[in-house]
C-alpha cells in the first residue's frame, strides 16, 4: 500500500525483494530448509511465482500492476546485460508498473560467483542503474548507531556526511574484530550509492508508515548524503557493479596518485598480477597492503601484463613488440572507490 501510495504521488518506485526460499517452503508444507543445492534452487522456483502473485493480488487491488525481475550477478557484470536491464526497468516505469526485483536463486551459485551475496548489495547495484535515485533500506534496526544499540549511551545517527572507515567500523564487533553480518553489508551498500552522487535512508521496516514518511521529508532512521559530484553511469558500472576478473597491486607512488585523482595506471606502477584476464576486462586496483583503491577496463592481458609489469611505457615495445597503449588503465575507463574515493576525483 506504501509503495503504490509513493508511486501514486509521481515518484518512480523499484521494490528490491527477497523471501522466495522461505515463501516456497512455506508453500511445500517444508519446516526445514533443504541442504541440497538442486532442493534448494527447486524450493525457490515455487517461492517466486508465489511471491509475485502475492505482490500482483495486492497490487492490483490499488490500481497498479507489478512486474518481476530476477537477475543473477553475471546480468549486470555483462555491459550489453546491464544495459538491458536498464532499458526493461526504464520502460516499466513509464508504463506505470512496479519491478519487483529479486536474485533469481534457481540458477544463481555461489561457487561460480553469480550470486550477489544479499540484497543489501544487490539494492546498491540496482540503484547504480538509475541517475541520481534515493535508496531506502528497511531493517529490523531503526538506523546506524553511535555504538552497539544495547550499550548505555549509544545513538541513533540521524545524519551521515560520508562513509569514512569509521562509519564502517561501527558494525564490527569491538571485542572480536568481526563484522556484524547485516549492518556491514549495509553501511558497504550506503558507500556505494553515495558515491555515486545519490542519498541512501536506513530505516526501521516496522515504523508505521515509514515509506511515505520518509517521501514526505520525515526525519526517520539515518540518512547518507550524497558526494556532491556526480558519476556517469558508465563510471558507476565499472567502480560498482561489474565483477573484477583480475587484481594488480600498485606500489605506493601509483596508490598515491591513483587516491589523489591522479593520471591513468601505467605498468611501471604495478608490483603484482593475479587472476587470468583478458584485454578489456575489469580489474580490482589495489595498493601493496591489499587495500581497494580502484577498478578499471585493462588494455593489456594477463600474460602481458606479467611481462611489462615495473617497465617505463618505452621498454614495452622492446619486451612485446610494440606498445599499442601507454596506460594499463586509462583514467577515462577506470573507476575510484571506497574510502579513496572520499578525497580524490574522479
Not at 525483494?17 to 508453500?27: D, H
Not at 500492476?65 to 557484470?77: E, F, G, P, R, V
Not at 538491458?84 to 513509464?94: K, Q
Not at 591522479?262 to 587470468?276: E, T
Request: aromatic share 4%; hydrophobic share 40%; charged share 20%.
Amino acid at each position: 500500500r506504501q509503495l503504490a501510495a509513493v508511486a501514486e504521488s509521481g515518484k518512480q518506485v523499484v521494490l528490491v525483494s527477497s523471501g522466495a526460499v522461505a515463501s516456497g517452503m512455506g508453500k511445500l508444507g517444508l519446516t526445514q530448509r533443504p541442504s541440497d543445492l538442486g532442493q534448494l534452487q527447486a524450493v525457490a522456483a515455487v517461492g517466486q511465482a508465489h511471491l509475485i502473485q502475492t505482490y500482483e493480488s495486492y497490487f492490483s487491488t490499488l490500481g497498479r500492476h507489478a512486474a518481476q525481475i530476477l537477475l543473477i550477478a553475471d546480468d549486470l557484470d555483462d555491459r550489453t546485460r546491464y544495459l538491458n536491464v536498464r532499458n526493461t526497468l526504464g520502460a516499466l516505469l513509464h508504463m506505470g508498473v512496479i519491478p519487483i526485483i529479486n536474485e533469481n536463486d534457481t540458477v544463481a551459485v555461489d561457487e561460480l560467483a553469480t550470486t550477489f551475496g544479499d540484497n543489501d548489495r544487490l539494492a546498491a547495484m540496482v540503484a547504480g542503474i538509475f541517475s541520481r535515485p534515493a535508496l531506502i533500506i528497511l531493517s529490523d534496526v531503526e538506523g546506524v548507531y553511535s555504538s552497539d544499540p544495547r550499550e548505555p549511551g549509544a545513538r541513533i545517527l540521524h545524519t551521515i556526511p560520508r562513509v569514512e572507515q569509521s562509519i564502517l567500523d561501527l558494525a564490527v564487533n569491538r571485542a572480536t574484530g568481526i563484522s556484524k553480518g547485516g549492518m556491514s553489508s549495509k553501511l558497504k551498500a550506503a558507500q556505494f550509492v553515495t558515491q555515486s552522487g545519490s542519498p541512501v535512508i536506513i530505516a526501521g521496516g516496522w515504523i508505521d508508515n515509514v515509506l511515505t514518511r520518509l517521501v514526505a521529508g520525515e526525519e526517520l532512521g539515518t540518512v547518507f548524503l550524497p558526494s556532491p559530484r556526480g558519476m556517469a553511469s558508465r563510471k558507476r558500472w565499472i567502480g560498482f557493479t561489474a565483477q573484477a576478473s583480475g587484481t594488480v597491486h600498485v606500489d605506493a607512488g601509483a596508490a598515491r596518485a591513483l587516491r589523489s585523482g591522479g593520471p591513468s595506471l601505467l605498468a611501471i606502477g604495478i608490483v603484482q598480477v593475479l587472476g587470468k584476464f583478458s584485454k578489456g576486462e575489469l580489474l580490482s586496483v589495489r595498493d601493496e597492503s591489499g587495500e581497494e583503491i580502484a577498478r578499471g577496463l585493462t588494455n593489456y592481458d594477463s600474460d602481458e601484463l606479467l611481462r611489462i609489469r615495473g617497465l617505463r611505457s618505452p621498454a614495452i615495445a622492446e619486451i612485446l613488440g610494440h606498445c599499442p597503449y601507454e596506460e594499463v588503465i586509462h583514467r577515462d575507463n577506470m573507476t575510484v572507490v571506497g574510502t579513496a574515493a572520499l578525497h580524490g576525483t574522479r
